[in-house]
């Protein structure tokens, strides 16, 4: 059985992820474009620098060329927010990436963009594992058919109308008149490139790492997280550079080093932006983020007249309230958000710009910024663990949590408990932990926050100790 997660499709490769499933896939997802009538558009199909990412976007490519689906095909790498802004720009039906984001080097996946360029909902994912369960026959045709009779059409330069609406949005002036030096780390991604042409055309300097193609991404997590963020830390503080930025593999996750070696992180990153566009750009509008993100977002919206809006953990959910309330920004701690009069998604190319473009307008590094935000609205303190457990144990974790919904014995207050996507407890002085199983891997994810580390670890260790895990 193929399912969908909170970010499609993900498999092992050479263990699920293997031609007979990519071509199912493929096969299901041009039966979805028959079943709603919407096989007289191209679909938009990338892939981002993994092993067998290109080569699986080719097989899906045939498939769908197979079945006369017409298909624009990237001529090199692309980010997944290029796809999403292709999808959106040229109001096609359906875009597909070719990723598996932020998982470990032996994981791919697929991902399905539906129109507007949003993650497709639970609805369509549901839908199409029931095409793909039923799948009996594969049409199929050779990528030289398919160039040759226009079937599949390889894009001149698929980039330039997402970096120029991204620079459109940008203070390009403030960026040039501050000349920052930039170092920044690919992690072997597919964010590469649209950055340094941002950057250079901004008249910035930007200096790279581990710029080439990695199927192992040099032996770390393809996350950028203070764990795998250690070399360019170093590189920055070495180097004097005034900002440190990476990117995940496909190009929709954020880290950032302060050129004090300072790793900012995605909760931070969020509370910085929303704060520098409603207090120095002048927007207006609430700010969207989901159950597993920093309260901080909320005292802040407040604080502005604004209102904090909590969503359930997938990227769909904050897009979709971001438009329902016109929000100014949407994020997750995970290192993904998007900016009003952007795409459906998440963004890290121009979330990066942003970032930028906010220390040379502001003045200020990150960390002064978040020491003022300290000081203003309180400490906010997260800390995360990830368990493994054996499938079977997932059965009686969900029974204890989710349905007799039983709790430990935290030692204070519980101000009320939300069942909407796992099981989050929140406590009178504003901290939370939420237990949730992900969509993407076999892992129980715990996140807690309060006003010091060592509170939110006894958050985690308490739900450890009462699941035996």
């Known amino acids: 059985m193929i399912e969908f997660g909170t970010g499609g499709w993900r498999a092992v490769i050479g263990y699920d992820f293997i031609y007979d499933n990519i071509a199912r896939v493929a096969q299901g997802i041009a039966q979805l474009a028959e079943k709603e009538g919407k096989t007289d558009k191209p679909i938009a199909v990338g892939y981002d620098r993994r092993f067998l990412s290109q080569g699986a976007a080719k097989w899906v490519a045939q498939v769908l060329a197979g079945n006369g689906i017409d298909v624009w095909f990237m001529p090199r790498s692309t980010p997944t927010p290029l796809v999403m802004h292709m999808v959106k720009d040229s109001e096609l039906y359906y875009g597909i990436e070719i990723t598996a984001s932020h998982n470990p080097a032996n994981y791919n996946g697929i991902k399905l963009i539906v129109e507007e360029g949003r993650d497709a909902p639970l609805e369509t994912t549901k839908e199409l594992e029931g095409l793909i369960e039923e799948v009996t026959e594969i ?4 990528m030289d058919e398919g160039i040759e009779n226009g079937k599949i059409v390889y894009l001149r330069n698929p980039f330039n109308k997402f970096l120029d609406d991204i620079l459109g949005l940008l203070d390009v002036e403030a960026l040039r008149d501050r000349g920052l030096r930039v170092l920044f780390d690919t992690m072997h991604g597919s964010g590469a490139y649209p950055l340094q042409v941002i950057f250079h055309t901004a008249r910035c300097t930007i200096d790279t790492m581990n710029l080439n193609k990695d199927a192992w991404f040099g032996g770390m997590m393809p996350a950028p997280s203070e764990n795998t963020l250690g070399l360019l830390r ?8 005034d900002l440190g930025i990476a990117m995940d593999g496909d190009g929709d996750r954020l880290g950032i080093i302060d050129h004090s070696g300072r790793y900012i992180n995605a909760n931070e990153i969020l509370c910085l932006l929303y704060y520098y566009l409603v207090k120095y750009k002048g927007w207006k509008g609430p700010v969207v983020r989901n159950l597993a993100t920093t309260h901080m977002l909320d005292r802040i919206a407040e604080s502005f007249g604004e209102k904090c809006y909590e969503v359930p953990v997938g990227f769909k959910y904050i897009s979709s309230k971001i438009d329902e309330v016109d929000a100014v920004l949407g994020g997750e701690s995970s290192g993904g958000l998007t900016v009003r009069g952007h795409i459906h998604g998440k963004d890290s190319v121009y979330a990066a710009s942003l970032m930028a473009e906010m220390i040379s307008v502001v003045g200020k590094s990150p960390s002064d910024m978040i020491d003022e935000l300290n000081a203003q609205f309180g400490k906010f303190e ?3 663990d990830n368990l493994r457990f054996e499938p079977e144990y997932k059965a009686t974790v969900n029974d204890i949590l989710m349905v007799k919904k039983q709790l430990p014995d935290f030692g204070k ?10 099981c989050k407890v929140y406590f009178e002085d504003d901290s939370f932990v939420i237990c949730r199983f992900s969509g993407t891997e076999p892992l129980l994810r715990i996140f807690a926050e309060s006003s010091d580390k060592a509170t939110a670890t006894a958050y985690i260790n308490a739900f450890r100790e009462f699941l035996n895990i």
Request: net charge negative; no cysteine.
């Open 413 to 422: 207050t519980v101000v009320r408990v939300n069942y909407e996507d796992g």
């Open 139 to 142: 049409n199929e045709i050779s």
């Open 234 to 241: 170093d590189g920055v503080i070495r180097g004097n550079y």
């Open 382 to 384: 997260m800390v995360e």
